[in-house]
Nanobody, 114 residues
Framework: QVQLVESGGGLVQPGGSLRLSCAAS????????MGWYRQAPGKQRELVAR???????YYADSVKGRFTISRDNAQNTMYLLMDSLKPEDTAVYYC????????WGQGTQVTVSS
């Protein structure tokens, strides 16, 4: 059983930055992939970014050049650095990990508003 705990969400002004963290139980080096989904009110959940255990990354077009995903295997933690935030980035952000099956965190709210 893998447990994922997100932190780092909050309220930020447009153009600002936030760094989300996802602390995992177990050795994340053994995970096939980790990533971040988000769900805005009234919208479907969407994949924002993903990193594989070979450090291959994927970004949704809407966040390319603004978001950076990374992982610290020694700390069993994954990060999402979000720069140049826009109001449309407002959503609940969920950490995911794939290790034989897909695991989800509980989510953290990100609100971009002036």
């Amino acid at each position: 059983q893998v447990q994922l705990v997100e932190s780092g969400g909050g309220l930020v002004q447009p153009g600002g930055s936030l760094r989300l963290s996802c602390a995992a139980s177990g050795n994340i080096f053994s995970f096939n992939a980790m990533g971040w989904y988000r769900q805005a009110p009234g919208k479907q959940r969407e994949l924002v970014a993903r990193v594989t255990n070979g450090d291959s990354t994927y970004y949704a077009d809407s966040v390319k050049g603004r978001f950076t995903i990374s992982r610290d295997n020694a700390q069993n933690t994954m990060y999402l650095l979000m720069d140049s935030l826009k109001p449309e980035d407002t959503a609940v952000y969920y950490c995911i990990a794939f290790y034989n099956e897909l695991y989800w965190g509980q989510g953290t709210q990100v609100t971009v508003s002036s």
